[in-house]
């Protein structure tokens, strides 16, 4: 199946524009004056691609109306500071300026391996339920603001006092939770100079004990010392990284847009297995037991035996899957991009019910608890559905798409939108509870850990935000 994506007007895996505008929103667009030069855009030193005297001039006329766009924006925000927020209510928000923070030392921090009130992975553990350990306080206040060049689409990682935010301009940032304060940066590419192109982190961050575990765009998983922020190993494979890796004791298993599902040893990079599917490889494997779930485009579910990268079964779903999956016992919950929400026993192979179909997809991964199925779609609304039966509860309409993963916080659900707000409901009734208006897209959902919040916005001048009690 060949799908149109309506955001750019391309297909998302294949056509001439891959690889051009990956990242979602304005964010890819942008990026292209940093490829451009004398005919050839070169999305980096590892993939040059050459393009026809069509192809160009198709790029140069998208890059001109960029560049009248920036300076529309440009003479609009020119009369106000770059490090305010503005809550919902309108009014401005104090924040505190990331140019005025005193530098901290860390070099004797003790770290410790991620907790129960952690957040360490795209969907918070392997089996990727989206459910926080951590509570959160009633009312929510803006601590800190980062901005960034071209913004963030990925969800971040917090573990202890530490923040892990991966960015579409290559950077991987560590930060102080309370403050903000920056505590190293990573770069995707080992060059310093912020005007060289470096290859977005558009996937969630992985945190050990020990290191962070994320891929770029490019398709290199990056295995990054967690206390120094320098680089322990690299892995190439042939295909953007697009999901967050799962570990389990030694083994790092993640899949690409080669095709092929890898497990590595996680403290070297060696690779102990790959397994290939018949089409690119979206988001995040789930694991349990000795089994891990991946999907992608070749529209199947897979579930491998990860011990030895076998395949154990096999399940047709008629429609490729960008979310990622989420297991509880037998049963797996994701949506399809042809607009349906499933429910699988993975292990009959049965497809237990199935929720829709709409004529918009479900690429966020959903939150799952005992009763209920929460997931965001492109048709502007946040369903709720009855995990037992597939009955609709609610429904939350926003004022664009939800592309963002909801995290279920006690009876509360939180997540983004479009529109530019971070909204919270309430679990049993999907009544809206708070909301905080972000001033840009959001696609990247949030991460709830150690009593805080963080978010991503996406597009130029994107920023990273955390919630929690002052």
């Given at each position: 199946m060949r799908l149109f994506d309506?955001?750019?007007?391309?297909?998302?895996?294949?056509?001439?524009?891959?690889?051009?505008?990956?990242?979602?929103?304005?964010?890819?667009?942008?990026?292209?004056?940093?490829?451009?030069?004398?005919?050839?855009?070169?999305?980096?030193?590892?993939?040059?691609?050459?393009?026809?005297?069509?192809?160009?001039?198709?790029?140069?006329?998208?890059?001109?109306?960029?560049?009248?766009?920036a300076g529309c924006e440009l003479s609009a925000t020119s009369g106000g500071g770059g490090s305010g927020a503005t809550r919902s209510d309108g009014k401005s928000a104090a924040v505190p300026s990331k140019k005025n923070r005193k530098p901290v030392d860390f070099a004797?921090?003790?770290?410790g391996p991620p907790g129960l009130a952690s957040w360490a992975s795209f969907r918070n553990g392997n089996t990727q339920l989206g459910v926080a350990g951590s509570s959160l306080p009633k009312q929510l206040e803006l601590l800190w603001k980062i901005d960034t060049k071209y913004g963030?689409?990925?969800?971040?990682?917090?573990?202890?006092?530490?923040?892990?935010?991966?960015?579409?301009?290559?950077?991987?940032?560590?930060?102080?939770?309370?403050?903000?304060?920056?505590?190293?940066?990573?770069?995707?590419?080992?060059?310093?100079?912020?005007e060289k192109f470096a290859p977005a982190f558009k996937t969630a961050p992985r945190v050990t004990a020990d290191a962070v575990f994320v891929g770029d765009e490019d398709g290199i998983l990056h295995a990054v010392n967690r206390k120094t922020g320098k680089k322990k190993w690299t892995f190439p494979t042939?295909?953007?990284?697009?999901?967050?890796?799962?570990?389990?004791?030694?083994?790092?298993?993640?899949?690409?847009?080669?095709?092929?599902?890898?497990?590595?040893?996680?403290?070297?990079?060696?690779?102990?297995?790959?397994?290939?599917?018949?089409?690119?490889?979206?988001?995040s494997s789930a694991v349990i037991g000795k089994y891990t779930f991946v999907a992608g485009c070749d529209e199947h579910l897979r579930v491998i035996d990860f011990e030895g990268g076998t395949e154990e079964s096999g399940i047709p779903l008629e429609s490729p899957l960008l979310a990622s999956p989420a297991v509880m016992g037998d049963m797996l919950?994701?949506?399809?991009?042809?607009?349906?929400?499933?429910?699988?026993?993975?292990?009959?192979?049965?497809?237990?019910?199935?929720?829709?179909?709409?004529?918009d997809p479900y690429n966020a991964s959903a939150a799952v608890t005992d009763k209920y199925v929460v997931v965001g779609s492109e048709d502007k609304k946040v369903h709720c559905i009855d995990r037992k039966t597939g009955?609709?509860?609610?429904?939350?309409?926003?004022?664009?798409?939800?592309?963002?993963?909801?995290?279920?916080?006690?009876?509360?659900?939180?997540?983004?939108?479009?529109?530019?707000?971070?909204?919270?409901?309430s679990l049993s009734g999907g009544k809206e509870l708070w909301k905080y208006d972000l001033e840009k897209?959001?696609?990247?959902?949030p991460a709830v850990g150690e009593e805080c919040l963080v978010i991503g916005t996406e597009g130029s001048n994107g920023a990273i935000y955390c919630f929690g009690k002052k």
């Open positions: 309506k955001r750019f007007g391309t297909k998302p895996w294949g056509g001439p524009m891959k690889g051009l505008t990956q990242g979602r929103g304005d964010a890819g667009t942008r990026r292209l004056a940093d490829r451009i030069g004398s005919g050839t855009i070169t999305p980096s030193p590892r993939h040059p691609v050459t393009l026809s005297p069509r192809h160009f001039f198709l790029v140069l006329s998208i890059s001109l109306v960029w560049l009248a766009q004797n921090e003790k770290l963030v689409s990925a969800t971040a990682a917090i573990v202890g006092k530490r923040v892990y935010a991966g960015t579409i301009n290559g950077d991987l940032l560590c930060v102080e939770k309370q403050s903000g304060t920056e505590i190293w940066s990573y770069r995707s590419i080992d060059d310093s100079d912020p042939n295909g953007e990284i697009s999901g967050c890796p799962a570990i389990v004791g030694e083994k790092l298993i993640f899949g690409s847009h080669d095709s092929f599902l890898y497990c590595l040893n996680a403290e070297d990079g060696a690779e102990i297995w790959k397994f290939q599917t018949q089409d690119r490889i979206n988001g919950y994701v949506g399809t991009h042809g607009g349906q929400v499933l429910a699988i026993n993975w292990k009959t192979e049965e497809i237990v019910w199935h929720y829709g179909p709409d004529e009955e609709g509860v609610w429904t939350f309409t926003t004022r664009s798409q939800v592309n963002s993963s909801p995290v279920v916080v006690g009876n509360r659900v939180f997540f983004g939108s479009n529109d530019h707000h971070l909204y919270g409901v897209t959001i696609t990247a959902g």
